[in-house]
């Protein structure tokens, strides 16, 4: 069957994979991003508008449409986000607060924006997309690990408060995937942005391979899609196998701090 399906950040990355597998499939979807006219990526077969995640004005504008052209929307896709990298006092203050506004707070604001109109419905499904760092929290990402953690957070908290309206709720968790993520970084630690932008562009997947297994997450109303074995790995080594977790993560802040010059006597044991 058919469905509406609204994606933010839809013109690039995992929200263009996830647009083009839907539209493939007969639905129709809504692509919203930041660009004033129609980017050249996006299919002619999918409607665009321009929608800054950090504007009500821009949601609400969004959910206008929706009511008018639709009547309704079946899929929130919370996809749009940015890339961050920092140690905790090398990172400016300036950066988080970018950061919170897109990759937490946009999310929020697309959830806030159209659960009334899912409530009227009372069916719906919203899927945000956070990362396996909302999961699994490495050094040296403290806002960028904080983002996702609360969009795994506000998640959860949706499964269960929206759920006597017959609205599902999905998290997607990816880990490194290659795709144009890394053009987004900008900030005061150059290093940590380096590491990420290694991690993305060697990744061994992409996008499209991301976006097919969430989307079999999401046709089964998984509420935590996890997309790779590393993920799985990560995720359950946490959970199940806790001192082994902390060594890892021990060793990779031992790592980060002699790439920051630090002395290895200066270590605590």
């Known amino acids: 069957m058919s469905r509406r399906v609204l994606v933010t950040g839809g013109a690039s990355g995992l929200g263009l994979a996830l647009t083009e597998l839907m539209l493939a499939r007969g639905d129709s979807v809504l692509v919203v991003d930041l660009a004033e006219e129609r980017p050249a990526t996006v299919p002619e077969s999918a409607v665009y508008r321009r929608l800054d995640v950090r504007s009500q004005q821009d949601w609400d504008a969004a959910l206008a449409w929706v009511r008018e052209s639709w009547g309704g929307l079946d899929i929130l896709v919370n996809n749009a986000g940015i890339a961050t990298g920092g140690r905790i006092d090398v990172e400016a203050i ?3 607060e970018r950061v919170v506004d897109i990759n937490l ?3 929020a604001r697309g959830c806030h924006t159209f659960t009334p109109l899912f409530k009227e419905q009372r069916r ?3 899927v945000n997309v956070a990362s396996l760092a909302g999961l699994v929290h490495g050094p040296g990402m403290a806002s960028y690990n904080a983002t996702k953690a609360g969009v795994v957070a506000l998640s959860e908290t949706l499964c269960f408060e929206l759920g006597p309206w017959g609205i599902d709720v999905s998290v997607v968790c990816p880990a490194f995937f290659r795709t144009n993520l890394h053009r987004s970084f900008a900030g005061k630690d150059a290093a940590m942005q380096e590491a990420g932008m ?3 562009t060697s990744a061994k997947v992409d996008a499209r391979h991301i976006a097919a297994i969430a989307l079999k997450g999401i046709d089964a109303r998984r509420r935590i899609i996890l997309t790779d074995r590393l993920g799985h790995q990560a995720y359950l080594s946490k ?4 001192p082994l977790y902390d060594r890892m ?3 990779q802040a031992k790592r980060l701090a002699r790439r920051a010059g630090a002395d290895p006597e200066d270590f605590l044991p």
Request: charged share 20%; proline share 0%; hydrophobic share 60%.
């Open 124 to 126: 719906g499904h919203i």
């Open 239 to 242: 959970r199940f196998a806790r």
């Open 249 to 251: 993560m021990t060793a």
């Open 198 to 200: 290694r991690l993305i």
């Open 94 to 96: 300036a950066d988080w």
């Open 105 to 107: 707070l946009g999310v």
